[in-house]
């Protein structure tokens, strides 16, 4: 389909050698939905006039509710290097206190501009630090299953805090588990303006149709060269749950022209009210424990219907036709173990 409107660029700009290095990864869970059918809608890129605190487009017109949004996503880099001289082991016992996990493995091998690097937890994340192009830094980086693990988020704003650390990156989200602001309603807010910065002028946006199909719909709303990206899309169905309801309303910051303050990890719900003037609805309170059971009913639902699709005639013929007892067959068949898409995080359990 030919379309008169510039899309977004879905990588970041090359990272310059330094502190602010970042994984060039899209945000989790979530990416442009195969199959779909991209369409580009008019807008520009934010204007960069200088860095300052906070989000561009912010409305302060209402109090928002704090808590009406969870962190999904975690980049920062502090200025400290380790070495034999600089134990690790410090740092790690500030991680398990505040994160609830500390360090895992060795990677043996670098990450971005750094020479070093570890896993965070049980696959959280990744830590890494040397290098003579990383202006002295080491860089963390939290996935959102790794946020949904955090033990204590103001303890982790405290570390933060202690370390001088300056955030790179954070994803914000609002789970709409009823849909009642779906993609529609997104797209007729930017058609209308609800969108614009306080100039006027609308941002870059891009939609993705899957044309009913069930994979799911996408709105990109920003850009990642902005330093503002936000992404409504159908999290249900991107699951694996065609009939499902669930819209999640994410919000990518990254410290591209702004300074992304600690305080986003203890109120997350108020910037991401304050982002775009149509946004100061997010107000109900969100429930990790709600998202993570939402996640795993879905997932298990699909994984049911597969193991039906490719192996129910099997265990049919062995009970009905073979006599096979059931327990026997499940002795046949099952082995330990747990399906990596049913291996949630315990919200707030840390590295459990």
Known sequence: MDSPFPSIAEDDPPAAPGSDARPHAP?????????????????????A???????????????????????????????????????????????LTAFGF???????????????SWEIGRGFGI??????TVGGTSFFSLSGEGCHAVKDWQAVYELLQELNARIT???????????????KLAVAWYVAGEFNSQRGRPPKAEYIDDFDS???????????????????????????????????????????????P?????????????????????????????TIATTSRINLDSLLRHCRGSYGKLIWTLWQVLEIPPEEILAKLARPGIPPRLDMPVVGGGDV
């Open 27 to 47: 945000a989790a869970d979530v990416g442009p939905n195969g199959g779909g059918e991209s369409v580009s809608l008019t807008g520009t890129a934010e204007a």
């Open 49 to 95: 006039d200088s860095p300052r605190l906070v989000i561009r487009g912010e409305n302060h017109s209402t109090e928002p509710n704090p808590s009406a949004a969870f962190v999904d996503w975690l980049n920062f880099t502090f200025p400290q290097t380790y070495s034999e001289e600089i134990p690790l082991s410090r740092l790690n016992r500030q991680l």
């Open 102 to 116: 500390g360090l895992g493995m060795p990677r043996n091998r670098g990450h971005l501009n750094y020479t070093d």
């Open 127 to 132: 830590f890494a630090s040397g290098g003579e």
């Open 169 to 183: 990156r954070v994803d914000l989200a609002h789970d709409d588990f009823q849909g009642i602001r779906d993609i």
């Open 214 to 260: 069930g994979s799911g719909k996408t709105l990109y709303i920003g850009s990642r060269e902005s330093g503002k990206l936000l992404r409504v899309y159908e999290k249900g169905k991107q699951l694996g749950a065609p009939l499902h309801p669930w819209v999640r309303w994410e919000l990518e910051l990254h410290n591209k022209d702004r300074i992304v």
């Open 262 to 290: 600690l305080e986003v990890l203890i109120t997350p719900g108020a910037y991401l009210a304050t982002s775009y003037p149509c946004m100061a609805w997010v107000s109900d309170s969100q429930s990790r424990i709600q």
